[in-house]
């Protein structure tokens, strides 16, 4: 069945949302704990929560075209029982759970932890990369757009 391309609105009402990625963009170049590689991902794995075929498309070939391995990336859904990745990028994760899976609900004590690896507005700015790719992430799941053909640096 075919749905409405709903990206065809990228010059209206979608704006705010792609001008919120260049920011964040930005601000990993500013951040060197949010850099572009940590930033993938995470949407990789928040796409993965949500189902998302087409961003866990779009997202393994950019994570893999800047260097992520198909081991790692495939570990992220039990990052938490493998070795592959860092202090920080297990924090980055367990936000990104925290953040898609609980509603926002965040205790206290994975607060900590988190900001532990990402203090004052890097915290945000991570917050921001997970709140804009669970916008993204039920979007493509309301609209389906086709999945297979993304080419890398295509949306930005």
Known sequence: ?????????????????V???????????????????????????????NGCAFCIDMHSKEARHHGESEQRLYGTQVWRDTPYYSAQECAALEWAEALTLTEGRVDDETYQRVAA???GESLVHLSLAITAINSWNRLERAFKSP??????????
């Open 19 to 49: 001008q919120l990625e260049q920011q964040l963009q930005q601000c990993s170049q500013a951040h060197p704990q949010l850099s572009f590689p940590l930033l993938e991902l995470v949407r990789y794995r928040v796409s993965s929560l």
């Open 117 to 119: 690896h990402f203090p």
């Open 1 to 17: 069945m075919s749905r409405f391309p709903y990206q065809q609105l990228f010059n209206s009402l979608l704006t705010p949302l």
């Open 147 to 156: 999945v297979g053909g993304y080419q890398v640096g295509s949306l930005g």
